[in-house]
């Protein structure tokens, strides 16, 4: 069986501070993760995704994420928050040939002026 | 290419109603996903499509049927809405062939109330 947790449902950063969004998983087959952000009033888009060819993965608007096996992390990272980076983001493994997704419950990222 | 796309965007129903969401895609993807959103529990998927007339359960489907008649279309039904079914559905879709390594890509979401 496959989960996610997304530890913090709410994380409010200064504009240009670090931004941390944390996700952990379970899973007993090597995992694919993925990081979608969703915008007000819109579906998901992809941020980056880890398919296990570099451990570090790079996406959009400048994230980046790496995926750590010992401690089953796979966490979100940007240097400097913009404010358009307000949004809720979701953590997703998928380990089925079938490719369906398992989402944590999602973070919000609040930035504020 | 519009991509995946979803009607309606917004809907009300009275418990009991019936109603069919529909998804399309112009990306030849082979499968297909339905999910709820519902607060503070991430996305939920419901049914999943792997092929034309193709289609399995996934992990909230009770309430709701879906059909898969041609390859580009995936249908969500609810025969007897009820106000828990309340939620916001998205419609998703991967090409075939590298399994699960693929990105899905998101419709923009149907906002269902029901009184």
């Known amino acids: 069986a496959q989960s996610v947790t997304q530890l913090g449902s709410h994380v409010s950063v200064s504009e240009g501070a670090l931004v941390l969004l944390r996700c952990n998983y379970s899973s007993s087959v090597p995992p694919y993760l993925f990081w979608y952000v969703q915008y007000p009033n819109q579906g998901l888009q992809l941020l980056l995704k880890?398919?296990?060819?570099?451990?570090l993965v790079k996406g959009i608007n400048g994230f980046e994420a790496e995926f750590k096996k010992s401690e089953t992390s796979f966490h979100l990272t940007k240097p400097s928050a913009h404010m358009s980076d307000a949004a809720e983001y979701f953590c997703a493994v998928s380990g089925s040939n079938t490719g369906k997704l398992i989402f944590g419950q999602g973070t919000t990222l609040q930035v504020k002026p | 290419n519009a991509g995946v796309t979803q009607t309606p965007k917004f809907r009300v129903l009275k418990t009991g109603q019936s109603m069919t969401l529909l998804c399309a895609q112009d990306?030849?993807?082979?499968?297909m996903y339905w999910y709820r959103q519902d607060p503070g529990m991430g996305l939920r998927l419901i049914h999943y499509s792997v092929g034309e007339g193709t289609t399995a359960k996934g992990e909230v489907p009770d309430g709701y049927n879906v059909s898969r008649l041609k390859k580009q279309n995936f249908l969500l039904g609810l025969e007897s809405a009820a106000p828990s079914q309340t939620s916001v559905y998205f419609c998703?879709?991967?090409?075939?062939?590298?399994?699960?390594?693929?990105?899905?890509?998101f419709g923009p979401g149907t906002r269902l109330t029901v009184l």
């Open positions: 880890y398919t296990s060819a570099a451990t």
């Open positions: 990306m030849n993807h082979e499968y």
């Open positions: 998703a879709s991967t090409i075939l062939g590298r399994g699960s390594k693929d990105e899905q890509f």
